[in-house]
């Protein structure tokens, strides 16, 4: 079993920051990918932001330069700060974790950008 918890969202005004955490924890052996999707209402969830344990990155070209993606391998968390944030990136932000061949997600954490 493997658990997946995101934190950090929160209400920020038009230009702020948010830090998001996102923490696996279980029967975790060989983390192939951790990441960020993103679904606004009535919206398919998309892919914000993806880090492999080889070290490449994927960002969705609507955030590049604004947001970061991080990990530390051994407390298995990754991050994603978000700066210069738009009242379209609201949305409710997931993690996802590629312990192959399965994929596990959070429960979702929402992200209001908002004045």
């Known amino acids: 079993q493997v658990q997946v918890v995101e934190s950090g969202g929160g209400l920020v005004q038009p230009g702020g920051s948010l830090r998001l955490s996102c923490a696996a924890s279980g029967s975790i052996f060989n983390i192939y990918s951790m990441g960020w999707y993103r679904q606004a209402p009535g919206k398919q969830r998309e892919l914000v932001a993806r880090?492999?344990?080889?070290?490449?990155?994927n960002y969705a070209d609507s955030v590049k330069g604004r947001f970061t993606i991080s990990r530390d391998n051994a407390k298995n968390t990754v991050y994603l700060q978000m700066n210069n944030l738009k009242p379209d990136d609201t949305a409710v932000y997931y993690c996802?974790?590629?312990?192959?061949?399965?994929?596990?997600w959070g429960q979702g954490t929402q992200v209001t950008v908002s004045s």
């Open positions: 880090l492999t344990s080889g070290g490449s990155t």
């Open positions: 996802n974790v590629y312990i192959s061949p399965t994929v596990y």
